[in-house]
Structure formats: structure tokens, C-alpha cells
């Protein structure tokens, strides 16, 4: 640790900025979330990415235009801390998109089948992020291609309005089911569920990560249970697996188990524009889904999702089908593991790089609060507020969304953070 401080100070002492543009360091840091190596093209060691990494958080367009200062991304993609980053073909795609004029309405629908066949899907929409896909998606279960009732959302005028969930499936986010205007039904047990089926019941929805966070919960259902129940009741099953790559069969998964619908984000994992986002599944609900959504002056008008950002979007996804996972994942936990080393022997600290089957190793981060006399709320707060700041939810460390050298900068603020809270109760 002391060394990689050293080189840092020391190459920043060597080379200023222009010098760095020279190296091409920027183009390369600029691939989003890591998949190389410690070396980056051209010999570049991970002390010099580095630095160029503190630069850039010291001169930057948020700190140009607005006085803001960016952090370092310790997180997985989150949306409110500024989602994922593009790779360089995204934005020179978006670039290119931007020189051409197209009809939205056919670049909606060619978008649309294109991503359907990625997906193995019978159709498809490019969406406004994913919470625009579950608004769109009850609207479409509401309304069909019913032109009149389309007219009327969000404030149905029948009663087949009834959206059911498990209790333990519910989430903030459904109240994009809601906005659509539905009607949540929310039951605790499997005979809760089924008897709740009438013919109000014009949506069921199943939430994707349940599958694995309730294995140990006899009472919660799994989605291929809300699947099966739909499918014996000819009721449409919407999937929502926005945040769910990896794994990489999210993708194909809940389309191939035959849910009706089904929700991945843009952003995040796949790294295209984070006001991207999946609707898939079956012909007739992308259809009435598409007439409802941008160009046309429906419920999703103002969900617009741009030509850059779908031709960016499209070209995230190739990309991401086409990337060697496994390379991928042994780059984000080398990253993790040297930041784990990085915390070694500091008193109190605990930090791990425990086994993840789901392809997201992290840096698990605990202490004895007798040495380290802080919540994790005042940990986040403080790598948060620190120079260079840092972004971490719960008491974790995410790798997956840095880039070269910023391995060593959260380990080195990581490391300075926690000693000097040690050395102050000492």
C-alpha cells in the first residue's frame, strides 16, 4: 500500500496532464468498467492509471460547469449514485445517430425486433429506462390494442384492473404498476394467491431477484411458481429483472420459462445509455405496449427514449453479448482482492472477498465498533464527504464498475479512512 502511494505521488510529481493525453491513457480508461489487467495497452502500469484516475476527479465537466465532485465507483450500478458507465463504441454510436434523421415510429419498431431476436422473444421495445418498461407493460395488460381505453389511462374505467403480488414480492419501485393504473392486490400465501384470481385480475407480477434472496423462505413463491399460476389462469405474467446481470441467461431466461413480459434495465450491466431500458415477451403486449409509448401521444409521451440513445443502446447490448464473462468477472475480483489486501492489518477491520455464484464479487467490510466507533451509515458519510470521495452502499466494496487504477485509489482512502479513526480512539 505505502508503495502504491508512493508511485502514485511520484508519477504525478513526473508527468502532468498533456503528457497523459500523450499516452493515450484517456481512451483507454474511457472503455467503461474494467476488463483488462494490472498493465494497460502500451505497458501502462495500474500506478500511472492511477493517477491520471485523480486528475480527472480534480478536472472534470461537473467540477468545470457546476462545482460538483465525482466519486469513485465502490458500487455496483446504481442509478441515483449515476448508473454505468458507456463504453467507448456506445458513445461513438450515439455520436454518429446524432448526424442522421429517422422516423421514430420505424426505428421504434425495427429497434424493437432486433432486440427481440437478441432476446429470443416474440417482440420488443426500447424503453425509457426499465420503470418506463413496467408502466408500459401493465398499461398494455390493462388496455391491449383497445384505442379507446388507451385514451383513457391512467384512470381505467372498467374493472379488469387488478395487478396481484405476493406480499413479499412488493417493492417501491412497483408503484410503476400503479402510475399505469392498476390496482395492487397484495396476498400472503400460495392459497391466498389463488383463490385472489377473479376476473379483475388483468396482470400478475413476479420479481426476479426473490428467486435467490428467499431460497430459505418456504413461504415465498418463486417466479416459476406466479408463472405457472398465470399460465392456469390465462392471466399475463410480468417478470421485472432490471438490475439481474449478471447473470448473463437473464437475458433469455425469463422469456424461455414463458413469462408473458418481461423487464431488464439498459443501463447497469449492459452498460448502454441509463435511460435505456427492455420490454419483451409476447407479440400482442409489446404491440399495445408500443402504442401506448413515444412518438405516439399516449400514457408513455413523455417517456421518450431518443434515436442516439437507442442506436447507443443496441450497440451496448452486441457488445455485451459478445464480451468474454468469465474474463470479466476475474477482472472485477482481482480488483476486489487487492483492495481486500490493501485493508489488511489495520485494527479492528475486517475486510473479505467472499465466493458470489452470481458473477459479483465484492469486498465485504466489518469492524469492531470498540476500535472503529462508527455505524455503517457514518462510513459510507465519511469515504463519501473524503478526498477523493468514494461511493458504497451497505457495508460493501463493488468493483464491477471501475476502471483501471481506481482499484488503488479507494484501497488507499479506504485504508487512510479507517487508520485514522483507529489512531484517534488510540
Known amino acids: 500500500m505505502r508503495e502504491s502511494k508512493k508511485q502514485v505521488s511520484n508519477l504525478g510529481n513526473q508527468l502532468n496532464r498533456r503528457q497523459f493525453?500523450?499516452?493515450?491513457?484517456?481512451?483507454?480508461?474511457?472503455?467503461?468498467?474494467?476488463?483488462?489487467?494490472?498493465?494497460?495497452?502500451?505497458?501502462?502500469?495500474?500506478?500511472?492509471?492511477?493517477?491520471?484516475?485523480k486528475q480527472a476527479l480534480d478536472d472534470n465537466i461537473y467540477t468545470r460547469m457546476l462545482g460538483l465532485k465525482p466519486h469513485l465507483p465502490a458500487m455496483d450500478h446504481i442509478t441515483y449514485l449515476g448508473g454505468s458507465r458507456m463504453p467507448s463504441e456506445v458513445m461513438?454510436?450515439?455520436?454518429?445517430?446524432?448526424?442522421?434523421?429517422?422516423?421514430?415510429?420505424?426505428?421504434?419498431?425495427?429497434?424493437?425486433a432486433r432486440l427481440a431476436e437478441v432476446l429470443g422473444a416474440e417482440a420488443a421495445l426500447v424503453t425509457s429506462g426499465s420503470f418506463s418498461a413496467m408502466i408500459l407493460g401493465a398499461a398494455a395488460c390493462l388496455t391491449g390494442n383497445d384505442e379507446a381505453k388507451i385514451d383513457v389511462l391512467p384512470h381505467p374505467t372498467w374493472s379488469k384492473i387488478e395487478c396481484l403480488t405476493q406480499t413479499s414480492g412488493r417493492f417501491g419501485y412497483d408503484r410503476a404498476y400503479r402510475a399505469a393504473g392498476m390496482t395492487m392486490v397484495n396476498v400472503e400465501t400460495r392459497e391466498q394467491f389463488a383463490n385472489a384470481i377473479n376476473s379483475n385480475t388483468a396482470m400478475i407480477s413476479g420479481l426476479a431477484r426473490l428467486d435467490y434472496e428467499t431460497e430459505d423462505d418456504p413461504k415465498a413463491m418463486k417466479v416459476h411458481e406466479l408463472l405457472?399460476?398465470?399460465?392456469?389462469?390465462?392471466?399475463?405474467?410480468?417478470?421485472?429483472?432490471?438490475?439481474?446481470?449478471?447473470?448473463?441467461?437473464?437475458?433469455?431466461?425469463w422469456v424461455d420459462a414463458g413469462a408473458d413480459l418481461v423487464v431488464i434495465s439498459g443501463g447497469k450491466g449492459?452498460?448502454?445509455?441509463?435511460?435505456?431500458?427492455i420490454l419483451a415477451g409476447r407479440r400482442d403486449l409489446i404491440e399495445a405496449a408500443t402504442l401506448h409509448s413515444?412518438?405516439?401521444?399516449?400514457?408513455?409521451?413523455?417517456?421518450?427514449?431518443?434515436?442516439?440513445?437507442?442506436m447507443g443502446f443496441l450497440v451496448a447490448l452486441d457488445r455485451y453479448v459478445g464480451l468474454d464473462h468469465d474474463r470479466v468477472y476475474a477482472e472485477w475480483r482481482r480488483k476486489a482482492e487487492y483492495i481486500a489486501r490493501e485493508l489488511q492489518g489495520i485494527p479492528g477491520l475486517m475486510a473479505d472477498v467472499p465466493q458470489d455464484d452470481r458473477g459479483k464479487p465484492r469486498v465485504n467490510l466489518t469492524w469492531d465498533e470498540n476500535t472503529v466507533p462508527l455505524s455503517a451509515v457514518e462510513v459510507r458519510e465519511g469515504l463519501k464527504n473524503g478526498d477523493p470521495r468514494i461511493a458504497i452502499t451497505g457495508q460493501t466494496i463493488q468493483t464491477r464498475c471501475m476502471n483501471d487504477g481506481e482499484e488503488i485509489l479507494v484501497a488507499q482512502r479506504t485504508r487512510d479512512f479507517f487508520s485514522s479513526v483507529v489512531a484517534k480512539v488510540s
Open 21 to 53: 493525453f500523450g499516452l493515450g491513457l484517456f481512451g483507454a480508461l474511457a472503455s467503461g468498467c474494467a476488463t483488462r489487467g494490472a498493465t494497460m495497452s502500451g505497458g501502462t502500469s495500474g500506478a500511472e492509471a492511477a493517477v491520471v484516475v
Open 92 to 112: 461513438q454510436a450515439m455520436l454518429e445517430a446524432n448526424e442522421q434523421f429517422v422516423d421514430m415510429h420505424e426505428l421504434t419498431r425495427a429497434a424493437g
Open 228 to 253: 405457472e399460476f398465470g399460465r392456469r389462469a390465462r392471466v399475463p405474467v410480468i417478470v421485472d429483472a432490471a438490475s439481474e446481470l449478471p447473470p448473463t441467461n437473464t437475458l433469455t431466461r
Open 270 to 277: 449492459i452498460q448502454g445509455p441509463q435511460s435505456t431500458g
Open 294 to 310: 413515444a412518438p405516439n401521444a399516449n400514457l408513455g409521451r413523455g417517456m421518450k427514449v431518443g434515436k442516439e440513445e437507442i
